[in-house]
């Protein structure tokens, strides 16, 4: 990751963004294929997919500009975020007009091929009326139009279209080489953080590199003229503080329905996320880390798993957190 003094004023996660495929790390497989496809002009059509913040857009994105340069890749390249425009009439006007339209012979050169790449971001998004159109559209303009799917979760795109792709998946970052990264950039902005510190923005992250490189930022903007200590992590990241979740276990643990009342609204009234919250104890469950005096058995893990998921499931449907978290906690209390 490279930066020049005219980025000074973006955000870091797009002044360190890689500017060639040769920067992209942990994805050997994926830029060999767009290296090979440099070197012999061919390109089939792709579908990145794999969890969030492990460069699938910064893939293509930086194979864009070392293919055509920038000077043709604004001409060249569609960039659509298909969560947000992903019916049918964007596929049919926008893409189709992008995609229909043959590339002037006058800017062809023997360094750059003869056709354009549209990009869809967040492809799992699109109604399946849209893919089924985008299928049509592939077909048809194939000859001077790539895609390049973008996705998380591939079985979300229907066959037709999936079977039409070259499909990538992209792996999590190993925490070593986010480590790398973020002590250059560290190093770079001059961030007063200690080694362990980033460790535990790497765990906060959970292999997310754009969040943990946006994370980095925050705290340092945040915490400009201090030391960004452990504290200043989970304040940033959002993490609920370890005593607080010991609280919250050790009231399930004394089967005192007033404790946990008590103590499930103090967490609440001190702006802590009830999922965060549901991560954390999961956490614990997993580590048998609820309670020193108790050593859950497989069965005590299952059920509080049992439990936990339910609850999730809620809150995504838009539950109270408040009530959600008393039934989790009574629920853990009933397992002893």
Not at 96 to 107: G, I, R, Y
Not at 118 to 147: C, G, H, P, W
């Amino acid at each position: 990751m490279t930066a020049t003094k005219t980025d000074d004023q973006l955000p870091w996660i797009e002044k360190y963004r890689p500017k060639n495929i040769s920067d992209i790390v942990s994805q050997d497989r994926v830029v060999n294929v767009l290296q090979s496809s440099i070197e012999k002009k061919g390109l089939p059509h792709l579908l990145f997919y794999g969890p969030p913040g492990t460069g699938k857009t910064s893939t293509i994105l930086a194979f864009s500009h070392q293919l055509f340069g920038s000077e043709l890749v604004s001409s060249r390249v569609l960039e659509l975020n298909a969560s947000d425009e992903r019916g049918i009439q964007v596929v049919r006007n926008k893409v189709k007009n992008f995609a229909q339209a043959l590339v002037s012979n006058s800017k062809l050169n023997a360094s750059c091929p003869p056709y354009k790449i549209i990009i869809l971001d967040e492809a799992d998004s699109m109604t399946v009326d849209a893919q089924a159109a985008l299928r049509r559209i592939m077909e048809d303009y194939s000859k001077n139009t790539r895609f390049c799917l973008i996705c998380n979760y591939v079985s979300r795109i229907i066959e037709p279209l999936a079977s039409r792709c070259a499909k990538f998946r992209f792996e999590s970052l190993d925490p070593k080489q986010i480590n790398s990264l973020l002590k250059n950039i560290a190093d770079k902005e001059s961030v007063n953080i200690e080694p362990k510190e980033i460790d535990s923005l790497i765990a906060a992250s959970n292999g997310d590199l754009r969040k943990a490189t946006m994370f980095l930022q925050s705290a340092h903007n945040f915490y400009k003229n201090d030391k960004i200590d452990s504290l200043a992590i989970d304040y940033i990241c959002g993490i609920t503080p370890e005593n607080e979740i010991q609280s919250l276990l050790d009231a399930s643990v004394s089967k005192s329905i007033d404790r946990i009342r008590n103590q499930v609204f103090q967490s609440i009234k001190n702006g802590n996320s009830a999922k965060q919250i549901l991560y954390q104890v999961h956490k614990k469950v997993i580590e048998n880390n609820i309670n020193s005096n108790f050593i859950l058995s497989s069965e005590q893990k299952s059920n509080i798993s049992i439990a936990i998921a339910s609850i999730e499931h809620a809150l995504n449907t838009g539950a109270d957190e408040e009530l959600q978290l008393l039934s989790l906690f009574t629920s853990i209390s009933n397992t002893f």
